[in-house]
């Protein structure tokens, strides 16, 4: 018989807590000023205890609901957290616990007098992740959208965090974007409770029928998540913002940042309203995923700049996850290889988050070292830089989909679906991004090996943030070799339609 | 202990690699330790396998991956006939690689990479399932890059860059084989019996010649052979890696997995796969002897002559008999010996003598005699000559041709011993009966590193071929490989 204490400890809402605990850090960052910087590594390691301790929760009782203060739905706020959300939360805390750490060096000007960045940049970090967190664990629209509107500003805030032209621009253009999408979501979701008269997610599910309504609500609200996820054609933001903003701050936009909204179209498709999937809809996001992940890649191809290549690679690795849904099915007809579609989507997601935050944080490395970003700077840095090159060279072999990677496992089940259900084209896109992903990263990572004569000299770097940065990529090689973990638990309280296809 | 060994067998390369990283160039002396014990711990442990082996012991490490999908390293006999191939030849790459080196710049990376190459080497041969070969064939590939890129010049990232784009988008379509086949058949083990049976002739037919292609690239086989001569800009030590230790025989091998333990001979022989792989085999064979007579860069000579006789492991494999097979297998090792002892030579002779062209031969035998001396001995060996180890595959391969009803396959083989004369024996014709123009300081043949291991190496071309008939030699664990798969 467990005693009282533990029993209260189990039943305790710690999923509450990863949203509370960096809410209270951030308005304490606010307070502190520069002295904030103390909170980073604290702050860090409680986040990443409170999101294992709700994953070990979820695998102790399955998917748990909590009713916040007691009070049920529809009035009160319900928590819903299944084996996805505690993946999304681990993974969260997971790169913004590295970027707080790898955070506590930058920022800090000569003088030691205040800047703005050194006194904004903890608060929306703190702010940030409780946002996703909410977005996580939140079991109706409402709610998604105040944190996914949150988010945003945070986002939008990271961007201008320089203060530079460009990056105001940039900052406006996302901020267009994000307000847009905002729109056509709550639009959407008020359309759903025009007609049902609720926004909870599980009562929604029971009560969903196929009409025009919840059809045109449906993609309403997936058009303004698009726009946030910046899939293609609404990706057109998303290289300026993210190589724009400050390194850790990019890191968090492309490796965290725009996979919220798209945990909503997931939660929305598979476990809120798979009855209004048609295959029509299906196979257009599979076509813009398809889209984005050729061009992103020709784009990366072509950049000067070390972070935009980066940027790129994310509009382009996006399109992998959409890829799910056209081979997830949809229009009724029965798909036995949702369930590994499904989960090679999800995989995706969270393979691509340490890795492409390594690369950032590599990225910033350079930065400091050689003073800019543009690719002549890498010429023959591998020596100077063992480390960083490390590094964004372990994170690179995940983004292109090779073994042994998280991005390999994703690839895998996701061509395993395509194959076995006979989508050759989807196939042929996979492979040929992975193609794509190595030539742009090898046409940087080349550079580093050159030898030349008379080398510009670098700036000292200091080793932790390089650790740091090859930390994250290690974890996305790990996510490879010991993915039957993720993998087992990714199926606790795996909704209907994401194991027998949508609709 | 038989379910530890082979990690433990993998670690003996891996860890010293992840070791070597952190190692300042400075310390060339713990770096030198760190690797000669890794190698050498490698070689003890491959013995005491072969001798499990040999007695029907059973080795596996098992993780699982993803429900159903393992990571699983066994030590089978034909495992093992690589991994002692590539055990061997990396210790004697090594101590080579360090006198070769000397105090250069860069070689902790270097010898970092190196071993993580050997590292990916074993997982290749010690792979029991074709997920797991294929996670340790790309980091075989990501791996050998930075040493083929090494020196940093525009030649070399050249190089570097032409063998990313050929092994990279072989991997995609070996990848997209074996997805297509796993989505059919589900996880595909290495066994001898006919898990593939069940699925659709037609698509298993694509799927070979997806998986061929794939393999194809690294194995050399024309028309996908056009990294293998772009990469000799590379220090030959990389050369011994690529040519005889590690990248060309991880595609042989891999055909001969697929071959023998992914399809099974009796299943390819029904959908017809042998005579046009085996046909393809032997183009590549007189291609690549054709093109080796063309080229005056004794490296690049070298280079075609790899593309030949890395074929000769396809053509045994594609024939489906014991002889044949036999013959194939025993090559594996043949000409992984040969080869590494060509390379060592060259790689001597263009560091004490500046030597690179086939035309500043002359002489030099007289100047480096043991270095020539090696070189000449793996020379008439791959040329076919007996009692040296070349004579016994081509025999072997020979009589499998007869016993197969192939007989086209001899007159193959006889034109190609006869272009592997006319391209090595000038080479050796130049080093022993021309005179050397000039005068040359006495004592080029040190240090002792650079010279041993081709000597070494040289001896065992000997050995194996006069020894052919004891126990463990390289044939008789051959003809032990095919006695098991045939008798199952």
Redesign the interface.
């Known amino acids: 018989m467990p005693g009282a204490v533990e029993l209260a400890l189990l039943h305790f809402p710690w999923p509450a807590m990863t949203v509370l605990v960096p809410l209270a850090a951030g308005v304490l960052a606010v307070l502190l000023g520069v002295r904030a910087v103390h909170l980073g590594l604290p702050v860090a390691l409680l986040g990443v205890v409170m999101a294992i301790i709700s994953a070990a929760q979820v695998v102790v009782h399955g998917v748990t609901d909590h009713a916040v203060g007691g009070w049920n739905a529809p009035l009160g706020i319900r928590l819903h957290v299944d084996g996805l959300s505690g993946a999304m939360l681990i993974m969260t805390a997971v790169v913004a616990g590295a970027v707080s750490w790898y955070s506590r060096s930058q920022f800090r000007a000569a003088s030691g007098a205040e800047t703005r960045a050194g006194f904004a940049f903890w608060p929306l970090l703190f702010f940030l992740w409780a946002s996703m967190n909410a977005v996580f664990i939140g079991a109706d629209f409402f709610n998604l959208y105040v944190a996914l509107e949150l988010l945003t500003l945070s986002g939008v805030a990271l961007v201008a965090l320089e203060g530079r032209r460009e990056n105001l621009v940039a900052a406006m253009r996302y901020l267009t974007f994000a307000l847009l999408g905002s729109l056509a979501f709550l639009l959407g979701a008020v359309l759903l409770y025009a007609s049902y008269a609720t926004l909870d997610m599980q009562l929604l599910r029971s009560a969903a029928v196929a009409d025009q309504v919840t059809v045109a609500a449906a993609a309403l609200m997936t058009t303004g998540l698009l726009a946030k996820t910046a899939l293609f054609p609404l990706h057109g933001w998303l290289a300026p913002a993210h190589a724009g903003a400050p390194a850790p701050a990019s890191a968090l936009l492309s490796a965290l940042v725009v996979k919220a909204s798209f945990f909503i179209i997931v939660r929305l498709w598979f476990d809120v309203l798979p009855v209004a999937a048609t295959s029509e809809l299906t196979w257009l996001l599979g076509m813009f995923g398809s889209i984005a992940i050729i061009l992103g890649s020709l784009f990366a191809l072509r950049q000067n700049r070390l972070k935009m290549v980066v940027a790129y690679s994310t509009v382009a690795q996006l399109g992998y996850l959409f890829l799910m849904f056209p081979l997830a099915g949809g229009g009724g007809e029965e798909q036995p290889w949702a369930a590994t579609a499904w989960t090679g989507g999800i995989f995706h997601v969270l393979a691509h988050a340490p890795a492409k935050a390594a690369m950032f944080l590599a990225a910033g490395v350079v930065v400091q070292a050689v003073g800019h970003d543009r690719l002549d700077g890498l010429i023959?840095i591998?020596?100077a830089l063992?480390l960083t090159v490390?590094a964004f060279a372990l994170a690179s072999?995940s983004i292109?989909g090779?073994?042994?990677s998280g991005g390999?496992?994703a690839?895998?089940?996701l061509?395993?679906?395509a194959?076995?259900g006979g989508a050759w084209w989807l196939?042929a896109v996979m492979?040929?991004g992975?193609?794509l992903a190595?030539a742009y990263l090898?046409r940087v990572l080349?550079l580093t090996?050159?030898?030349t004569e008379g080398a510009h000299p670098l700036a000292p770097v200091s080793r932790g943030p390089q650790v740091i940065a090859l930390l994250l990529a290690v974890t996305s090689l790990l996510l490879?070799?010991l993915?039957?973990l993720p993998?087992?638990f990714l199926q606790l309280g795996r909704g209907g339609a994401a194991a027998e296809g949508l609709a | 202990m038989n379910q530890v060994l082979p990690a433990l067998v993998l670690s003996t390369s891996l860890i010293p690699a992840l070791v070597i990283?952190f190692i300042k160039d400075t310390q060339q002396h713990l770096r030198t330790f760190v690797n000669l014990a890794g190698a050498v711990t490698k070689v003890a442990l491959v013995i005491v396998m072969m001798d499990g082996v040999a007695r029907g012991v059973l080795y596996e490490t098992r993780?699982?991956?993803?429900?159903g999908?393992d990571?699983l390293l066994r030590v089978d006999a034909l495992s093992l006939l690589f991994l002692s191939l590539s055990a061997f030849l990396w210790l004697l790459t090594t101590i080579y690689a360090i006198s070769y080196f000397g105090r250069g710049?860069?070689l902790s990376?270097f010898f970092g990479f190196f071993s993580l190459c050997v590292a990916a080497t074993t997982g290749v041969s010690l792979a029991g399932t074709l997920?797991t070969f294929?996670?340790f064939y790309?980091?075989l590939?990501?791996s050998t890059?930075?040493l083929v890129?090494?020196?940093?010049?525009a030649a070399s990232?050249a190089a570097?860059?032409r063998y990313?784009g050929y092994t990279?988008?072989g991997?995609?379509v070996l990848?997209?084989g074996l997805?297509?086949l796993?989505?059919?058949s589900g996880p595909v083990e290495f066994t001898f019996t006919g898990q593939v049976a069940e699925v659709d002739p037609g698509a298993l037919q694509v799927i070979f010649w997806l998986l061929i292609v794939g393999l194809g690239v690294k194995t050399a086989l024309v028309p996908l052979h056009g990294w293998l001569p772009a990469a000799m800009v590379a220090p030959a030590p990389v050369s011994a890696l690529l040519h005889a230790v590690a990248v060309v025989k991880a595609g042989a091998f891999g055909i001969v997995r697929v071959i023998y333990d992914v399809y099974g001979t009796a299943l390819l022989h029904d959908l017809g796969l042998g005579i046009p792989l085996a046909m393809l085999a032997a183009f590549t064979i007189i291609f690549g002897s054709v093109r080796a007579l063309q080229q005056t860069d004794i490296k690049r000579r070298l280079a075609y002559s790899t593309v030949s006789q890395v074929s000769y492991i396809v053509l045994g494999a594609s024939m489906f008999g014991p002889f044949a097979t036999v013959g194939g297998l025993a090559h594996l090792v043949h000409q992984g010996l040969m080869k590494i002892t060509m390379f060592f030579a060259a790689g001597a002779l263009a560091e004490r003598l500046r030597v690179h062209d086939v035309d500043q031969l002359d002489g030099v035998g007289w100047v480096m005699p043991w270095t020539v001396g090696a070189f000449s001995v793996a020379a008439l060996g791959m040329i076919g000559l007996p009692p040296m180890a070349g004579f016994i595959s081509k025999w072997y391969l020979g009589v499998g041709a007869f016993q197969g009803g192939q007989a086209w396959v001899v007159l193959v083989l006889v034109g190609s011993s006869l272009l592997n004369a006319m391209y090595f024996l000038p080479l050796l014709y130049r080093a022993w009966f021309v005179p050397r123009v000039g005068t040359t300081a006495p004592g080029l043949e040190r240090p002792l590193g650079l010279v041993a291991p081709a000597v070494v190496s040289a001896s065992l071309v000997l050995l194996v071929g006069l020894l052919a008939a004891t126990p463990y030699s390289p044939l008789a664990w051959a003809a032990l490989i095919v006695e098991r798969t045939y008798a199952l």
């Open positions: 023959g591998a020596h063992p490390f072999v292109m090779l073994p042994p390999f496992t690839k895998y089940l061509l395993t679906s194959l076995a196939a492979l040929a992975g193609v190595a090898f080349s090996l050159v030898e490879g070799l993915s039957a993998y087992d | 990283f993780l699982t991956l993803l429900p999908l990571l710049r860069h990376r997920i294929f996670i790309e980091l590939t990501l890059w930075p890129a090494h020196r940093g010049d990232i570097g860059r990313l990279l988008v991997s995609a990848l997209l997805v297509w796993e989505s059919l």
